[in-house]
């Protein structure tokens, strides 16, 4: 799923696009993606949100002010829990940031499994995933 930004003076900084906006933007296609799938009609009317559990960025080149942003969202992987997306910023063919989210359905209380929302999704976890979370267990 591909969604369209572009930086205003009130994304950045001094120059550059800031992390707590990037965020916000991430937030934003993650919205998209339920929208231009159609399964927010689903979610509303079931009462299901979704949550994001953590985030990790990676800031490959800065983004500045009035750049035109394209950002790429894929379902990486899911598991009983959690899925795992990953939106990939490219500025004019050339890759900036990416944002791993580990994100979960819930229903109220009860954890909804991802299989249920998205279908079948790859179970398998990239190399980048492990390693993340392996990381958060420290």
Do not use: Y
């Amino acid at each position: 799923m591909i969604t369209h930004f572009r930086v205003t003076p009130f994304d950045a900084g001094m120059h550059v696009l800031k992390s707590d906006k990037t965020l916000q933007l991430v937030e934003c296609a993650q919205l998209d993606f339920m929208v231009r799938t159609r399964l927010i009609t689903r979610l509303l009317r079931e009462g299901i949100g979704f949550v994001n559990a953590s985030q990790l960025v990676r800031f490959d080149r800065p983004i500045g002010t009035f750049t035109r942003v394209r950002m790429e969202t894929v379902v990486l992987c899911a598991d009983d829990k959690f899925t795992w997306f990953a939106h990939t910023l490219w500025v004019e063919g050339t890759v900036h940031a990416e944002v791993l989210v580990k994100m979960k359905f819930k229903q109220g209380r009860r954890t909804v499994r991802p299989s249920e929302v998205l279908g079948a999704c790859p179970p398998d976890k990239p190399a980048r995933v492990l390693a993340w979370d392996e990381a958060l267990k420290t």
